[in-house]
T-cell receptor, first 115, second 112 residues
């Protein structure tokens, strides 16, 4: 959807290691988001971006950082992974507001397990 | 703040049954409303949307009407299929906002 590619799709790593997840989009959408999805919690926003180099925190940003150096790429980094960060991570994009109240478009997710 | 409340699931139905999934919202302004569907192992995809009061969104036999007086956007389908088994999310976004608000999701299981 909207040409969103998340990589890797699956990853298993150990506590304390750094992890970077990548989201790549081909639609030139202005806004990009990282969510995590856990049973009983629905979707929770980690960080979002409203333009190149413009990012802000969501509701569960502790332990995560992001970077957006190009329109098409939004990276999520876990500096030192913990078992509580085991989750499914979704990237989403959204077109600029000038074209109306646009929906989000989601990638297929990255399943991250931290042992 | 803004919030979206969906009925708890799972909702379990037999094929060809009528479906309603309730969604109510609170918002500080006049939001646009969305239903997304998530099939197993996939990301969310837009199912339908409505941008102003009394608008009806529809897609794939699903429909929902933006009811400002009851702050609701209930999802309905007249005859569900096994392939409709998925998790359904109601969401809103206010004009000029970057951040949508999602409900917790409602799981639908359809038996043959």
């Amino acid at each position: 959807d909207a040409g969103i590619t998340q990589s890797p799709r699956h990853k298993v790593t150990e506590t304390g290691t750094p992890v970077t997840l990548r989201c790549h989009q081909t639609e030139n959408h202005r806004y990009m988001y990282w969510y995590r999805q856990d049973p009983g919690h629905g979707l929770r926003l980690i960080h979002y971006s409203y333009g190149v180099k413009d990012t802000d925190k969501g509701e569960v940003s502790d332990g995560y950082s992001v970077s957006r150096s190009k329109t098409e790429d939004f990276l999520l980094t876990l500096e030192s992974a913990t078992s509580s960060q085991t989750s499914v991570y979704f990237c989403a994009t959204r077109d600029r507001e000038e074209v109306g109240n646009q929906p989000q478009h989601f990638g297929d997710g990255t399943r991250l397990s931290i042992l | 703040g803004n919030s979206v409340t969906q009925m708890e699931g799972p909702v379990t139905l037999s094929e060809e049954a009528f479906l309603t999934i309730n969604c109510t919202y609170t918002a500080t302004g006049y939001p646009s409303l969305f239903w997304y569907v998530q099939y197993p192992g996939e990301g969310l995809q837009l199912l339908l949307k409505a941008t102003k009061a009394d608008d009806k969104g529809s897609n794939k036999g699903f429909e929902a009407t933006y009811r400002k007086e009851t702050t609701s956007f209930h999802l309905e389908k007249g005859s569900v299929q096994v392939s409709d088994s998925a998790v359904y999310f109601c969401a809103l976004i206010l004009g000029g906002s970057y951040i949508p608000t999602f409900g917790r999701g409602t799981s639908l299981i359809v038996h043959p």
